[in-house]
């Protein structure tokens, strides 16, 4: 992490009140990561924080797009990030980040890396299942388009062949309404 020391907050020495951090992410932020998920990414990160007389808050904001493959088609696309991470810092005896809001640090920091929070704020803004928008609204030809098309006709043919029902049942059906009757 001896690389990422442009994401240190040295908070000793700085006035009470509000400062503003802003830093471009872009592939070798997540190089540092060991995270190749994204084949190209444009970010951009302000910090907003806050330092008040026994507490830090810091509100991160991500606005850009990482370059992900659609999960249906294999296409590459550009995902919109905007995402919110809002952090409580305080102190204590010793380091505790276990609640995810808060980060306790020890009463002798003078300094910490905000990287990890905004490595995980851009990664968890991705959705779970990406879809090129161009699958959602119908604008995109592509060949692995075009099969699964192909493949979903074959099976609403299908469908509609095992819906229609043999006549000599019926038949039997009515029998038993007839009954009820």
């Given at each position: 992490m001896?690389?990422?020391?442009?994401?240190?907050?040295?908070?000793?020495?700085?006035?009470?009140?509000n400062h503003l951090y802003t830093y471009d992410i872009d592939?070798?932020?997540?190089?540092?990561?060991?995270?190749?998920?994204?084949?190209?990414?444009?970010?951009?990160?302000?910090?907003?924080?806050?330092?008040?007389?026994?507490?830090?808050?810091?509100?991160?904001?991500?606005?850009?797009?990482?370059?992900?493959?659609?999960?249906t088609t294999g296409e590459l696309y550009n995902q919109e990030i905007d995402a919110v991470l809002p952090l409580i810092v305080n102190f204590g005896i010793e380091f505790n980040d276990d609640n995810?809001?808060?980060?306790?640090?020890?009463?002798?920091?003078y300094e910490f890396n905000v990287a990890q929070y905004i490595y995980e704020m851009i990664v968890l803004a991705v959705p779970l299942k990406r879809i090129h928008p161009g699958v959602?609204?119908?604008s995109l030809e592509s060949a692995t388009l075009s099969k699964l098309k192909e493949l979903d006709s074959n099976r609403v043919e299908k469908t509609v062949e095992e819906t229609e029902t043999d006549p000599r049942w019926d038949k039997l059906k009515n029998l038993i309404t007839e009954k009820k009757t």
């Open positions: 001896k690389d990422l020391r442009e994401f240190n907050i040295q908070f000793v020495g700085l006035k009470e009140g592939n070798t932020f997540f190089s540092y990561f060991d995270y190749d998920e994204f084949k190209s990414s444009s970010i951009q990160v302000s910090l907003d924080f806050v330092k008040k007389s026994t507490l830090l808050e810091l509100t991160f904001n991500a606005k850009g797009y990482v370059e992900v493959p659609c999960d995810e809001e808060i980060l306790i640090l020890p009463h002798e920091a959602l609204d119908g």
